[in-house]
């Protein structure tokens, strides 16, 4: 190639990645997170043998809908910052909701009982692993989810890695309702979220040395 050839290419200006692209790439990193935290959970922790018994009831649901609603809002924000020049404050304003929907179900079920009861909506028995649990069933949406931004363009390394501990947090802790038996508000409300903001913290750290351009 010829220096005059060479110059005018790289003047051309760059194509932009479609935005179906971008998507495919987000969906494809988080469904191979996704097989492996499943993968991961029969390997290890295991589903809980009355899962389908708590499935007919209406607070495994609960916690199994508020998990996923913070999920698809991590979608919606990794799509978003992943893309220089796009704004995330909707949907990261949107996080709120189901925030403020789990806490008013806590509260709820908490003046509903005494002292010693609401220890027990608060602690269950599983208090003390279930954010490490998430965390740790994180790993593979960590992956999976790092893989699709490092092929996007995010700006903002921290925050995009934010957004990825939070998808892969929120994905997690929807696969281990699967295992967990805690199923009250204020438990889920705690740890639960405990264990999202746990991930969101990993993935800001990780963001800002894997996600620099």
């Not at 220096?3 to 191979?32: N, Y």
């Not at 908490?110 to 790993?139: D, H, M, Q, T, W």
Request: aromatic share 8%; glycine share 10%; charged share 10%.
């Amino acid at each position: 190639m010829q220096t005059d050839e060479l110059i005018a290419a790289l003047s051309e200006a760059p194509q932009p990645v479609s935005r179906l692209t971008m998507a495919g790439w987000i969906a494809l990193g988080l469904a191979g997170g996704i097989l492996g935290s499943i993968v991961l959970l029969a390997a290890t922790i295991g589903v809980r043998p009355d899962l389908a018994a708590a499935m007919a009831g209406g607070p495994f649901w609960m916690k199994f809908f508020y998990t996923l609603a913070l999920a698809a809002l991590g979608v919606w924000i990794v799509d978003r910052i992943g893309r220089p020049g796009v704004n995330a404050t909707r949907p990261m304003l949107l996080l709120m909701l189901p925030v403020i929907v789990i806490l008013a179900l806590a509260a709820a079920e908490l003046g509903a009982v005494g002292a010693a009861e609401k220890r027990l909506l608060l602690l269950g028995r599983s208090s003390n692993v279930c954010a490490l649990l998430i965390g740790f069933l994180a790993i593979p949406q960590f992956l999976g989810v790092f893989w699709a931004m490092k092929k996007m363009a995010p700006t903002h390394p921290r925050l995009a890695g934010a957004a990825a501990g939070l998808l892969a947090g929120s994905m997690a802790a929807t696969i281990y309702a699967f295992h967990c038996r805690e199923s009250a508000a204020p438990f889920v409300a705690v740890w639960y979220t405990s264990g999202i903001l746990l991930t969101t913290a990993v993935g800001a750290l990780l963001g800002g040395r894997i996600l620099r351009w």
